[in-house]
């Protein structure tokens, strides 16, 4: 099942004890967070500085079309909330502006007013990881 986190920093706060794993005994849970291009470095690197193993992956956001950041990061269930703490404290929120577009009379488009949007800090999955092994 996934979880979406955007938004206030008190939604990475510790909910109590850590909920049980799934049936099966899986005790790892996979992150699966989209940042800025700007933010995917000190992510990254803040992450492994704490022990964590962590895979970039570059992606474009659907509404934009701009180059963002998905960061792969597989943790034990007790982990969880330092590595979502890390990544929230080293992603920022910013401004960013879309040019929308019409269809012109000649079939040449033409550029609207343009949209406010702020982006980020990050968009956050966690997966209840049903294996994880090293091969
Ligand atoms: P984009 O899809 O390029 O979206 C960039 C920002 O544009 C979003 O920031 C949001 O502020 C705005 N936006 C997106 N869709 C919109 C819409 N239909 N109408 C008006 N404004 C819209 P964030 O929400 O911080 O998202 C940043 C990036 O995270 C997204 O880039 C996308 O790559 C990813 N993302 C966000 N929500 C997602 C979701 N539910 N599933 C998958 N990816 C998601």
Redesign the pocket.
Known sequence: MAR?M?GPASSVEPQGAAPPGPPGGGDHQLILA?VQDEDAGPVIEALTSDGFRATRIN?V??????G?ATVLVGVERERLHRALLIVRDNCETRT?Y?VPTAPGEVGEPYPLDPIQ????GA?VFVLDCERFERL
């Open positions: 979406q955007t989209i992606t956001g659907g509404f934009l079309r701009k963002n960013e879309f949007v702020q982006v980020g968009t």
